[in-house]
Antibody, heavy 118, light 109 residues
Framework: EVQLVESGGGLVQPGGSLRLSCAAS????????MNWVRQAPGKRLEWVAN????????YYVDSVKGRFTISRDDAKSSLYLQMNGLRGDDTAVYYC???????????WGQGTLVTVSS | QTVVTQEPSLTVAPGGTVTLTCASS?????????PNWFQQKPGQPPTTLIY???NKYSWTPARFSGSLFGGKAALTLSGVQPEDEADYYC?????????FGGGTKLTVL
């Protein structure tokens, strides 16, 4: 069974940093693209970033470029999102999501809440 | 700034049929956009229904189907059930990045 468990969310002040983690199990992590998707309270889903199997390609939504960094550790079956320069509009539930062989997402974690507030 | 547009809300009667659409501001949606469709119920993470335009997962109910229609991606629900009341999102690939639509709130009434 595919499982994705996010951690690392919490309350952070504007301008601060946070590192999210996603522990994957139930599949060969190194064989899949991985994604971060977020959802602000009461708002739509927003795709944030993804990373190729070998980490050689990474893509970001414009609003986080230069502030967020996606990475992975295949030995630990883990996905990360380093978030710097956090702003109020980064407040959201952040989901870890597995990519599909054709572009897309098939499995989702339960999410971790990030709140940016003073 | 690319925008992906969905109907904000739709209402359907139980047992009825409804089609949700997904348009891109860049032009006609084709299979090269690899449309995905997701269902999200309150307080839960999304679940994936459709990938690559019209392909279903093992867990996707048979009443859900995906297609391309009139330059848009489409999700059709046939024989709607009360438990289908939810938010539905499409996802389109634009170059190397992906983009969700604004979501459609489907009410079964």
């Amino acid at each position: 069974e595919v499982q994705l468990v996010e951690s690392g969310g919490g309350l952070v002040q504007p301008g601060g940093s946070l590192r999210l983690s996603c522990a994957a199990s139930g599949f060969t992590f190194s064989s899949y693209w991985m994604n971060w998707v977020r959802q602000a309270p009461g708002k739509r889903l927003e795709w944030v970033a993804n990373i190729k199997q070998d980490g050689s390609e990474k893509y970001y939504v414009d609003s986080v470029k230069g502030r967020f960094t996606i990475s992975r550790d295949d030995a630990k079956s883990s996905l990360y999102l380093q978030m710097n320069g956090l702003r109020g509009d980064d407040t959201a539930v952040y989901y870890c999501a597995r990519g599909t062989p054709t572009p897309g997402i098939d499995h989702w974690g339960q999410g971790t809440l990030v709140t940016v507030s003073s | 700034q690319t925008v992906v547009t969905q109907e904000p809300s739709l209402t359907v009667a139980p047992g009825g049929t409804v089609t949700l659409t997904c348009a891109s501001s860049t032009g006609a949606v084709t299979s090269d956009f690899y449309p995905n469709w997701f269902q999200q119920k309150p307080g839960q993470p999304p679940t994936t229904l459709i990938y690559n335009t019209n392909n279903k997962y093992s867990w996707t109910p048979a009443r859900f189907s995906g297609s391309l229609f009139g330059g848009k991606a489409a999700l059709t629900l046939s024989g709607v059930q009360p438990e289908d009341e939810a938010d539905y999102y499409c996802l389109l690939l634009h170059g190397g990045t992906s983009m969700f639509g604004g979501g459609t709130k489907l009410t079964v009434l």
